[in-house]
């Protein structure tokens, strides 16, 4: 046996027993691993920690407006007010788009968009508020921390306070977007613009005080090092350390088309995967890891179910965002094909909700 399989092993071993790995050990496997060799040791200690049922949900995604004040380099959804393709909805359009979410079974409203530059707070409180009388019965995860801050400023309150009233008007839970990359230096040549790294940690660990959970999200494939998200997920793990309020990790590919960075097209295949599995050798304090298909397509979000992933997202329904960036996977699926995929992989789907409670109907 090479050294090399020597020590791959002895890290793996290391982690399957139950013991954290370092950042040197994850960036050694990271570059030393073969592709299967990573795969086997993920999908290994994931079927320690869920067996073999993947979940899904059955969500709907809002988004009510691309007009942002933002510039990331990397965003192709985003507008400023008066460009060709800029929108915004009204809660009366809002309601409207959602208005059959009932009957197709939905038991979440994903929301998030741009930060645009008249809606006041009082906007925001009044569309979870009518959501909520609405739709009683359907979960609202909702803003990301990067909005959280926006309304922090608009509404001149503190971002507790701009919390505590979001989920007094119906905030259940919220997604992790904003994150990107935590690495000051990749951070400003991207979103110099954006929140920094250590803002987006610090709203996420107001939230999680508040009895919010968040997902916690990460952004690759563009200009970064495998050390930087390396470093990125070694402050998702410590934060998850303290607050234990992160619900799942979702890495989320890059995609450039339509956007400011011009490096590379896609992510590939094998990057993709290895960072999947990565993630599950790594964050040992995250039971999920979800391949969001819409951004991986659906063939490899499949595959990454036997690379560590547990979550394969859900139906979606009008997926703007990563399509604004020529995403070629659909924006939605039925049930029954998300379904399938997992069927497919030898692995058994299990419906839940958005605090990972199986669903039955
Ligand atoms: S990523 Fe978000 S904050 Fe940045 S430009 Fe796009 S919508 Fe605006």
Redo the contacts with the bound molecule.
Sequence with gaps: MSTITAEINRIANQRLHGGRISLAEALFLYQEADLFTLGEIANEINLAANGTTVFYNINHHINPT?I?????R??A??KLEGEEGAYEQSIADILEEVKDAETQGITEFHIV???HPHRPFSFYLELLQTLREVHPQIILKAF?A?EIEYFSRIGGLPVREVLSQLKNAGLQAMPG??AEIFAPGIRNQI?P??ISGDKWLEIISIAHELDIPTNATMLYGHIESIADRLDHMEQLRQLQDRTGGFQVFIPLAFHATNTDIRKMGETSGVDDLKTLALARLFLDNFQHLKAYWVMLGEKIAQVGLNFGVNDLDGTVIKER?THAAGAKSAKGHSESYIRNLIVRANRQPQERDTFYQQVNR
């Excluded at 942002?68 to 990331?72: A, E, G, I, P």
Aim: proline fraction near 0%; include cysteine; charged fraction near 10%.
């Design positions: 691309n942002c004040v933002n510039q990331c990397f965003c959804y985003s968009g741009g930060l990301t990067v977007g904003g979103c613009e954006k965002i």
